[in-house]
């Protein structure tokens, strides 16, 4: 039976927060900070001048090409996008949100929800998810600094 699953990325950030979801947002700024295995990225078409809603990148993750659409972005706050079905996954939902901790330094969190179409399959595609994008995370903060 196919599952839900969900998992939340918590980093802290001394810089710019507007600069740091800006540089996630926009694909053309992913060959700075993002590295292997994250080596192909492209605009679907010309993004929206604001990289908001309608926005479409396509990137792979070694072999697996993957379709990733914005649902919203609003500067210095959030990026919501979607992705399409690829890899037994289906309904995934992301955003990444920047704010200010209560010392006032930045924190980014980057929020996951998907399902599974493989029975069985959750907990270990789970996992994957959870590493690659806390690995994108730590990029995103380091090359922020």
Do not use: C
Not at 4 to 29: C, K, M, N, P, V
Not at 36 to 43: L, M
Not at 64 to 82: F, N, Q
Not at 84 to 113: H, Q
Request: net charge negative; charged share 25%.
């Amino acid at each position: 039976m196919p599952s839900h699953q969900s998992f939340t990325i918590t980093r802290s950030y001394d810089g710019d927060l507007t600069d740091l979801l800006a540089r996630e947002a926009d694909t053309a700024r992913w060959p700075e900070w993002a590295g292997t295995p994250f080596d192909r990225f492209q605009w679907e078409s010309p993004p929206p001048a604001d990289l908001g809603e309608g926005a479409v990148r396509r990137l792979s993750v070694g072999p697996i090409p993957l379709v990733e659409r914005t649902v919203s972005y609003v500067p210095g706050d959030h990026h919501t996008y979607s992705m399409d079905p690829s890899a037994g996954i289906r309904d995934y939902s992301a955003t990444l949100s920047v704010s200010k901790d209560d010392v006032g330094r930045g924190v980014l969190t980057w929020k996951v929800d998907f399902d599974t179409t493989v029975p069985g399959s959750g907990p270990v595609l789970k996992l994957v998810m959870e590493r690659t994008i806390s690995l994108l995370a730590n990029r995103l903060v380091a090359a922020g600094r």
